[in-house]
Structure formats: structure tokens, C-alpha cells
């Protein structure tokens, strides 16, 4: 390793001093501004697990559904999945190190994971259409350049493409071509296959309209547009021509504030879906003819796909093992229609799709959605394996029609990360197979009424979790508490956690009415200010 020369270049991508950044579940997110040396260090660490792995790795800049002065970082392994703990530590120390210890940060991770620097290395980068991405992505590729690693810049993409094109190019083109228009191929190919005889046996088209928060998503769904076929009309709003990115607009937006995005205008029973700003969420909405607005969020997604797969799956005579894998944040009636109405297993992860993702690769077939809309669906290896077999060989006619069915469903999948693009496209596959409106997707189970809150604190780590962040350790009393306030109100359920990334407690409560569960929820957040060292006014009433 030359470190003077990576003495050289660091010192022209100088640490702001004092400055300490967490990787969490998404990588590193901070204002734009204090990412330069973060940016070159990971280009550093990228080229380490890349000669590690023998593999290429990805570097993706983007702040997701952070606002558009922010930025952010993101390293994806050799499969496409998220950066394995053990380097998201490694990753930790690299930025935080002052500029005199970088040599013996790098040194002291090469040791630790046995890293032969004579081994090549190749690295995968993408941007987002934040006005600081693309000096940031230089950054990157000085970082892998002056470690000699090779790389290529895919430019603009999706957070999803770059994790698509990482596994193409370690599968050698199993997965797909690493190219944008191989995932744009891959996925209308499947997407027409799924629906090519129920669309020949019905009238018009499939309208939807499209929030893409005025970010990427918008670009390169414009691009895929040649590639729908006819039938499918995809209108775009907040394509990044007018407004700022993630402002008043994007999948976040529209779940928290329950409400449409600015810039969109909506028909009674009219679909439409929001993305967020790196397009790897999604979530749809729409209004009735009363004007109430209805959200179908992640677990009415996870709800949508898993009954369609587990018909599949009964028809093509399958016994694969299937599970649905939700967060603590899952609406209670979801779990309870998944668990009571389709009879299929429900398990519980941490917050975080990396936790997700690790508990549905249990399963032959795991489906799981955050309720904020990121998600996808893991195939197991043997599961695809015997799904492709019986679309080929299954001599029952029934039987490989329903398994050529799942073969599709698997290729129209982005099983690397949530996918935006790919999980829309599936969602509108499923409607029309199923023959569904929007509004009777929606009726499968009515959401119980549900508040979140947080509450500022002056030490997060004071609350300790248990049973997949359901309970709360520490501090004493305050899990006896929250039992005693959800006693109170009726189908009731309430939990606290920390931030990942700040000093506040994340509240969530969820009862028969939503004045109960704005109550409920209003209690246990004064129970976490009186209990867990609350900074500042004590919480107000929530007023709906």
C-alpha cells in the first residue's frame, strides 16, 4: 500500500475536525458539505473488500429521503446486499479517524481481515441527482484510484440499479446484464410475461400515477418508459423539473404526514404511488368519493404479494417453506390477517432492512416490507431452482402454468435491495392477475388507527431493547409502565426504541380508535421524558 500517496490525497480531502459520523443501516448521512474525506475513505475501504472478497463492490452516494442540502454513502457487497456488519465497524473508524491515524486504521483493517493488497480490485459507483453527488462520486473514484483499484461510474441511478448491477457482475450474468438497459429488459420482460394472457382478456389500460419526489426515480423511469409495453401508462409528477428533492413530496413524505404529495392531483379511486428520493421505497394511495385519502404502505404491499404467492404456490403443488418478515412498526391487523386469515408464518425483525433481510433468507420464499415501503422478496437458491425446473418439466398442465408464473414473479423481483421500480411493476402485475382495484386491495384488512411520536432525550442509549425492539430493558419501570397505559385502551399495542443517527426516542402506539391511540401514545412519550431523561418542554397532546 502507497501510503504516501494516500497521505498525499487525503490531505486534499481533509477530515473537518471534530466531525464523528455512525455508519447505521444506510451508511453515512450528513450535510453534504462534511462528506468530502468520508467519500474518499470509503473509496478506500471499497477497494480493501473488493481484494477481500476477490468481487466487485459498490459505492453509492445518495441521502435517500433525506432533504436535498444533505448526502450520504453506501457500500453494497458482492451479491447486492447491504456491507457486512464486521465492516460497517471498519467503515466507523475510517471516517472518524483524524488524519494521522488513517495508516494505522487501514493497516490495522487489512490485518483483521486478511486483505492480500496484491489481489485486484474493481468498484461499482452511482450517484443521485443531489446537486452535491457528483463531486462527491469524484471523491470516491480518488479513493479507489490512488489504492489502484479499476472502477466504472455508472452516473445517475437508482440505489436498487447499482445493487442490481453489483450481483450481475459476481454472478457473471446469471442475475441479469449489468447494464441499466439489462434491468430495464429483465424486468418489462417479466412483467409482460406475468400479465400477457390476463391483459389479452381485458379492456383499456393500466393507469397509475407516479411521485418520484423529484429525484432519480423520475429519470430512470422516463427511461424505462420505452420499454412498457402499450398497456401499461405510467404518468410521472414531481420529476425533479420543478420542485426540490423530497420536498413536501416522496414515499416519506406521504407516510408520515398521511396525506398526497404537492404536485399531484387525484381522482376519486385513482391509483397512484409515491418513491422516494433514491427510488428504493414505495407506498400507494388513493382517495374515495368522499375525499378521505386511504394509504397502502408496506404492510399492505407485504400483505398483497404474499397472498398472491402463497395462491401460487398451492397451485403448482410446492411445499416450500414461506414466511412473511415485518419490524415492530407492522400494523397489528396486518399481522393478524397474515396470521388468522392466510395462515401464513408472521416473524418479527429489528428496525433496519438489513435485519429483514438476514431473518427472510431463513426461508425458501421471505417476503418483507418495512412499514415505510422498502422491501422485496428473497428466493432461496433450491427453491428457484425447483420453481424453473417445474416450469420446464411439470407434466400437469395446471401445475407448470402456476410455476411459470412464480419463474416470472422471481425475474420481475429485485432480490438484492427494496426497489422501488420493481415492487410498483409487481404490485400492478398482482392487480391485474387478481383482477383488483385499489380500493378492494385496500378492504383485505382495515389498518388499526396508530400515532408515532418521539421525544428528545439527552442520552439515547439510557433505552435498551429486547423481543425485536418490542420491549424495553432500560431504563427501570419504564416497560412496566407502557404495559400498564396499554391496559388501559383497547386493542392496544405501544413500544419505544432509540434513533439509529439521534439523541431522541422513537415512540409507537396503535389502539381501537385513533383518539385512543393519540392518547396512549401521548402517555408513553411523557413516561419516556419523565423516565429516560427528557430534554426540554415536556410533550404535548397530540391533536389529530
Known amino acids: 500500500m502507497d501510503f504516501e500517496a494516500v ?3 487525503s490531505k486534499l480531502h481533509a477530515k473537518p475536525p471534530g466531525l464523528s459520523l455512525q455508519y447505521g443501516t444506510a451508511g453515512f448521512r450528513t450535510k453534504a458539505e462534511n462528506l468530502d474525506h468520508t467519500m474518499f475513505r470509503m473509496g478506500l475501504l471499497a477497494v480493501l473488500r473488493s481484494k477481500q472478497t476477490k468481487s466487485t463492490i459498490g459505492v453509492m452516494v445518495t441521502a435517500s429521503h433525506n432533504p436535498e442540502e444533505d448526502n450520504g454513502v453506501k457500500l453494497i457487497d458482492p451479491l447486492g446486499e447491504m456491507l457486512a456488519a464486521a465492516w ?3 467503515a466507523t473508524r475510517l471516517a472518524n479517524a483524524e488524519e494521522e491515524e488513517l495508516q494505522r486504521v487501514l493497516t490495522d483493517i487489512c490485518r483483521k481481515e486478511a486483505v492480500d493488497l496484491l489481489g485486484n480490485a474493481f468498484v461499482v459507483i452511482g450517484r443521485d441527482t443531489r446537486p452535491s453527488s457528483k463531486k462527491l ?10 489504492l489502484g483499484g479499476q472502477y466504472h461510474d455508472y452516473g445517475l441511478v437508482t440505489t436498487p440499479q447499482l445493487h442490481y448491477m453489483v450481483c450481475c457482475r459476481n454472478t457473471h450474468g446469471n442475475y441479469g446484464i449489468a447494464t441499466v438497459e439489462g434491468y430495464y429488459e429483465k424486468l418489462s420482460n417479466a412483467f409482460v410475461e406475468l400479465t400477457k394472457q390476463a391483459m389479452s382478456q381485458r379492456d383499456g389500460h393500466i393507469s397509475l400515477k407516479v411521485d418520484c419526489a423529484n429525484g432519480i426515480g423520475a429519470l430512470k423511469l422516463k427511461e424505462m418508459g420505452r420499454y412498457f409495453p402499450a ?13 426540490k428533492l423530497n420536498h413536501l413530496c416522496g414515499a416519506d413524505f406521504v407516510k408520515v404526514h398521511q396525506k398526497p404529495p404537492v404536485g399531484l392531483e387525484m381522482k376519486p379511486g385513482e391509483r397512484c404511488c409515491s418513491f422516494d428520493g433514491d427510488a428504493d421505497r414505495i407506498v400507494y394511495y388513493y382517495t374515495d368519493v368522499a375525499g378521505h385519502f386511504h394509504l397502502l404502505d408496506g404492510d399492505k404491499i407485504a400483505t398483497l404479494i404474499s397472498t398472491f404467492l402463497k395462491e401460487l404456490l398451492v397451485k403448482a403443488g410446492q411445499t416450500l417453506t414461506f414466511a412473511v418478515v415485518q419490524t415492530a412498526y407492522a ?12 395462515k401464513v408464518p408472521v416473524h418479527c425483525a429489528k428496525t433496519g432492512v438489513k435485519h429483514l433481510h438476514h431473518k427472510a433468507q431463513e426461508f425458501d420464499i421471505g417476503v418483507y416490507f418495512e412499514a415505510n415501503g422498502h422491501g422485496t422478496v428473497l428466493f432461496s437458491k433450491a427453491a428457484e431452482q425447483k420453481i424453473r425446473y417445474q416450469a420446464k418439466e411439470e407434466k400437469d398442465n395446471r401445475k407448470r402454468e402456476a410455476a411459470k408464473m412464480l419463474e416470472n414473479t422471481i425475474d420481475l423481483i429485485n432480490q ?10 409487481l404490485i400492478e402485475a398482482i392487480l391485474v392477475l387478481k383482477n383488483l382495484t385499489v380500493a378492494q386491495w385496500d378492504s383485505m384488512y382495515t389498518d388499526l388507527p396508530n400515532r408515532q411520536l418521539k421525544v428528545k432525550v439527552a442520552d439515547r442509549r439510557v433505552i435498551d431493547t429486547t423481543d425485536a425492539e418490542r420491549r424495553a430493558v432500560t431504563p427501570p419501570g419504564l416497560q412496566e409502565k407502557i404495559d400498564d397505559l396499554v391496559n388501559k385502551f383497547q386493542l392496544a399495542r405501544a413500544f419505544v426504541r432509540p434513533s439509529g ?3 431522541v426516542v422513537r415512540v409507537y402506539a396503535e389502539a381501537d ?12 412519550s411523557l413516561a419516556v421524558y419523565h423516565l429516560a431523561g427528557g430534554v426540554g418542554e415536556p410533550p404535548k397532546a397530540v391533536t389529530s
Open 7 to 9: 497521505t498525499k490525497y
Open 88 to 90: 460497517e465497524e471498519h
Open 137 to 146: 462520486s469524484q471523491s470516491v473514484t480518488d479513493g479507489v484510484s490512488v
Open 231 to 243: 398497456c401499461l401508462m405510467v404518468h410521472i409528477d414531481n420529476d425533479g423539473t420543478k420542485g
Open 331 to 342: 400494523n397489528g391487523s396486518s399481522t393478524c390477517y397474515l396470521e388468522e386469515t392466510m
Open 416 to 425: 438484492t435491495v427494496g426497489d422501488a421500480i420493481s415492487d410498483m411493476l
Open 501 to 503: 443517527t439521534e439523541d
Open 513 to 524: 380508535t385513533q383518539e385512543n391511540a393519540d392518547n396512549l401514545a401521548h402517555e408513553v
